[in-house]
């Protein structure tokens, strides 16, 4: 970046650059909780869910205060329904979080048998119009694939989810340390 570029907006990149440390945390968290995840994959996906359900657990208790403000943008009804369902869901969660990870899968499983069959009959519809429709038939054949896998042996797909979660947090965590070492230099 450009002297010139940098004289522009005075004030923005020391301010930026101080702020490194926090993309540097969250980095160093994100590696650790990958590697977690690779190392000890259920205990990653039961503590997943359960972050997930103390999140939902706080949405649904601040949707269902907002449900009882006159500021709401939409109907009442749809937002007291949100919090109560957001809440039964954080309680599953917290309350035992290691079922709600199996079910969570099967969902996942379901959805994934039912988008590889909606790819095949986009693939059968667009033949005519593009070429290279097999591709979008083959990925829908691996969806289902990959939905009868974890329907057929929950604990194996819930491992696997966990090693792509603990996998993306890995690359997660590392792009965050360099980009935290690239706000750094702008102090």
Do not use: D
Not at 88 to 111: C, D, E, K, R
Not at 118 to 124: F, T
Request: aromatic share 12%; proline share 3%; hydrophobic share 65%.
């Amino acid at each position: 970046m450009s002297t010139l570029e940098r004289e522009s907006v005075p004030g923005l990149f020391p301010l930026v650059g101080r702020s490194w440390w926090m993309l540097l945390l969250y980095g160093i968290l994100g590696v650790i909780f990958g590697l977690f995840a690779l190392a000890r994959p259920l205990s990653a996906a039961t503590a997943l869910v359960w972050a997930i359900g103390v999140l939902a657990l706080a949405e649904g208790l601040v949707s269902l205060f907002a449900a009882f403000s006159n500021k709401v943008g939409v109907p009442k009804g749809w937002v007291a329904l949100y919090a109560v369902l957001s809440i039964l869901f954080g309680i599953m969660a917290v309350m035992n979080p290691v079922t709600m990870a199996g079910t969570l899968l099967l969902f996942l499983a379901a959805w994934l048998i039912v988008a590889g069959i909606y790819r095949i009959v986009v693939a059968i519809k667009v033949r005519e119009e593009i070429k290279g429709e097999w591709l979008i038939a083959l990925s829908g054949v691996l969806s289902i694939i990959l939905g009868v896998l974890f329907f057929m042996s929950p604990l194996t797909g819930l491992v696997v989810a966990a090693w792509w979660i603990g996998a993306g947090a890995m690359v997660y965590g590392m792009l965050q340390i360099l980009g935290a070492f690239k706000l750094r230099s702008l102090r």
